[in-house]
């Protein structure tokens, strides 16, 4: 899983790996519903290119690329509250998730980092996922 910043160039990295964001995404979903936060997994909007990507990977259909809704696109600020809350809670317990815990706080430091810098400069963003 990761971030997708609207427009073409946002003027800073945007990278974040979250592949351990992904593989623990059922059970980031249950801890953002306990904590009461929007899960992760409902900031997912899938735009031309990443599902362009998906299909070169070779998941996907191409007869959806005809049927594909708009990319929906969320404030920083919404985004940033579900990942403020999941660090919270996983700073000090990262064994929760198991063994992967470290690298899912780490993951979700640099979302928080980009997220930070998509509100500074008043953009938008969603998230994508990517098979490889």
């Known amino acids: 899983?990761?971030?997708?910043v609207e427009g073409e160039?946002?003027?800073?990295?945007?990278?974040?790996?979250?592949?351990a964001l992904a593989r623990n995404e059922d059970a980031l979903e249950r801890l953002a519903l306990r904590l009461g936060v929007r899960?992760?997994?409902?900031?997912?909007?899938?735009?031309?290119?990443?599902?362009?990507?998906?299909?070169?990977e070779g998941a996907g259909n191409?007869?959806?690329?005809?049927?594909?809704?708009?990319?929906?696109?969320?404030?920083?600020?919404?985004g940033l509250a579900t990942v403020e809350a999941l660090v919270a809670a996983l700073?000090?317990?990262?064994?929760?998730?198991g063994s992967e815990g470290e690298q899912v706080l780490a993951e979700l430091l640099e979302y928080r980092r980009v997220l930070r810098k998509t509100g500074d400069r008043g953009m938008r963003w969603h998230l994508a996922v990517s098979w490889r």
């Open 1 to 4: 899983m990761y971030i997708v």
């Open 9 to 19: 160039d946002p003027g800073f990295d945007t990278f974040v790996n979250g592949r």
């Open 39 to 56: 899960p992760l997994i409902e900031f997912f909007s899938a735009d031309e290119n990443s599902m362009s990507l998906l299909i070169e």
């Open 62 to 78: 191409r007869e959806l690329m005809n049927r594909l809704p708009p990319p929906q696109w969320y404030a920083a600020a919404d």
């Open 91 to 97: 700073e000090h317990e990262p064994q929760q998730l």
